[in-house]
C-alpha cells in the first residue's frame, strides 16, 4: 500500500524530536514522528523527572544567546500549553574561587552577556543555603533565573501540541532504515515504508546507528541519577535554590525537593554502553558510590542512602559541544545529537533551529560553532 507523503519526517521523538516535530507543525508543516518507544519512555536520555538550566554557561559563552532563546521558547510552550515546565528557582554553585574553572567559566558568561550572578561568601552561604558542609574558602555564585525543567512532561508537551497542530506521530515504530531518492527520503520502519521531502534525525544514543558519518563521532555512556529523602529541609516554597558543588570528588548537582526526596547526580559519563537497546539499566552499587560520598561529605539534612536511582545515557561528542548539522551529501537532511549531557535545556530552541534549516536552508540563532566540519579532519 503506498502511504501519503510528508513535508518532513523526524526520526526519534526524545527531547529534540519532538521539539522539532513541534516546531514545523507550528509552521504548518506537514510532520509524521517516528518513535521507537512510548511517549516520554525511559530508556533514553530524557527520563528522571528534571533538569537543570541555568544561562551563565559555563562551558561555553556562545551557548548564551542560545539559552536566552530557549527561555523564550519554553515560556512560549508553556503558555500555549497552559502548563508548568520551567521553574526559575535559582541556582547556586559553589567552589573554591582559585580552582573552580567552572566558576570562572560562570564570571565569563555572566560578564560577557550581563547575566545577574550575586556572589555568596561562607557567611552568606551559611544563611542561604545552611544544607552545604563547606569550608571558608568556598564562595557561592546564584543566578536568579537558573532552576530547572520537568523532563517528561516537556517532552509529552510538544507531542500533544505537535499533534494538535496536524502531526502524525507514531510511537512503537522503530525505524529500521532510510535512504535519500530522486524526490526526497523513504523511511522503513517496522510497520511499512513512509516517504517525504526532508528528514531530520534526532535519534539521541541511537544516532550512531541510523547515521553511520555520525557513528566516528559519538559515545554512549551510563549516567546514573539517585533520590534522597530530605524531610522538608530543601522546599523551594522556602526559597531553597538548585544547587551544584564544583569539589575536588567532581562536579554534582542537585534539584529543589519534591515528594520528599531530592535528585542528585555527578556530572560525569561511566561505563561505555555498547548497544542501547540491550544496555541493563538497573543501577550498580558502585554508580552510587560517588554520589552517597558526596552526600555523607558535602551536605546536612540528608539521608545518605539514597531511595531509588535511573539510569540515562550521555551521548558524547569528542569535545563535549553538541552537534546540528545537514547530514552530508544528502541536501533535506539535518541531524543534530552528541548533547553530552548536558543538552535538554536547549531542546525548544534546538527544535526551532532544525525546524528553520527544513523550511527555509537557514535560521537567525548563532549555531554555526556547533557544525560537525569542526570535528573533522
Ligand atoms: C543523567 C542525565 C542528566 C542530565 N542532566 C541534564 C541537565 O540537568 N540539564 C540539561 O540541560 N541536560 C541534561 N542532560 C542531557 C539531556 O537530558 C540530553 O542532552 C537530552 O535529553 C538528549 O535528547 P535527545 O533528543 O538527543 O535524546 P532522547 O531524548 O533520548 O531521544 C532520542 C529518541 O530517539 C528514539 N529512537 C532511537 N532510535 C530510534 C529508531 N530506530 N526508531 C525510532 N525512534 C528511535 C529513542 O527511543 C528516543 O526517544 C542529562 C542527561 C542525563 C542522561
Known amino acids: 500500500m503506498k502511504r501519503p507523503s510528508f513535508d518532513c519526517i523526524v526520526l526519534g521523538l526524545g527531547a529534540m524530536g519532538s521539539s522539532t516535530a513541534y516546531q514545523l507543525a507550528l509552521k504548518g508543516k506537514k510532520v509524521l514522528g517516528l518513535e521507537q518507544f512510548t511517549c516520554a519512555h525511559d530508556r533514553g536520555s530524557s527520563h528522571g523527572e528534571t533538569r537543570l538550566i541555568r544561562k551563565a554557561y559555563f562551558e561555553h559563552p556562545d551557548y548564551v544567546p542560545l539559552l536566552e532563546r ?97 502531526s502524525e506521530l507514531h510511537f512503537e515504530e522503530p525505524v529500521n532504515s532510510w535512504k535519500k531518492t530522486e524526490s526526497g527520503f523513504e523511511v522503513m520502519t517496522s510497520k511499512g515504508t513512509y516517504h517525504a521531502q526532508q528528514l531530520v534525525i534526532t535519534t539521541g544514543s541511537w544516532n550512531g546507528i541510523l547515521l553511520k558519518e555520525a557513528n566516528p563521532f559519538l559515545k554512549v555512556h551510563r549516567a546514573p541519577l539517585f533520590w534522597f529523602e530530605s524531610q522538608g529541609k530543601f522546599k523551594k516554597e522556602k526559597g531553597v535554590p538548585c544547587f551544584a558543588f564544583d569539589v575536588p570528588e567532581g562536579f554534582f548537582y542537585g534539584f529543589t525537593e519534591s515528594g520528599g526526596e531530592v535528585k542528585i547526580a555527578l556530572h560525569q559519563p561511566l561505563e561505555l554502553v555498547k548497544d542501547p537497546s540491550r544496555e541493563d539499566r538497573s543501577v550498580k552499587p558502585e554508580e552510587a558510590k560517588p554520589v552517597t560520598d558526596f552526600v555523607v561529605e558535602y ?28 547530514i552530508p551529501d544528502c541536501p533535506g537532511g539535518f541531524w543534530a545529537g552528541g548533547f553530552s549531557g548536558h543538552g535538554f535545556k536547549f531542546a525548544s530552541l534546538i527544535g526551532e533551529v532544525l525546524s528553520d534549516w ?17 570535528l573533522q579532519g
Open 70 to 166: 530557549s527561555y523564550q521558547l519554553w515560556k512560549e510552550l508553556e503558555l500555549r500549553s497552559r502548563k508548568k515546565l520551567l521553574h526559575e528557582t535559582g541556582l547556586v554553585i559553589f567552589g573554591e574561587e582559585k580552582k573552580s574553572q567552572i566558576l570562572q567559566g560562570v564570571r565569563l558568561s555572566s560578564s560577557r552577556y550581563g547575566i545577574p550572578i550575586e556572589e555568596w561568601d561562607y557567611k552568606t552561604i551559611q544563611k542561604r543555603f545552611p544544607q552545604a558542609n563547606v569550608s571558608s574558602s568556598f564562595i557561592g555564585l546564584y543566578e536568579k533565573s537558573g532552576g530547572y525543567l520537568e523532563v517528561e512532561n516537556c517532552v509529552q508537551t510538544f507531542c500533544e501540541q505537535a499533534g494538535h497542530l496536524g
Open 299 to 326: 551536605l546536612k539534612d540528608l539521608n545518605p542512602e539514597p531511595t531509588r536511582g535511573a539510569i540515562c545515557f550521555y551521548t558524547l561528542s569528542p569535545d563535549t559541544h553538541f552537534i546540528l548539522d545537514a
Open 358 to 374: 527544513v523550511i527555509d536552508g537557514k535560521t537567525r540563532s548563532p549555531v554555526q560553532f556547533l557544525a560537525m566540519r569542526r
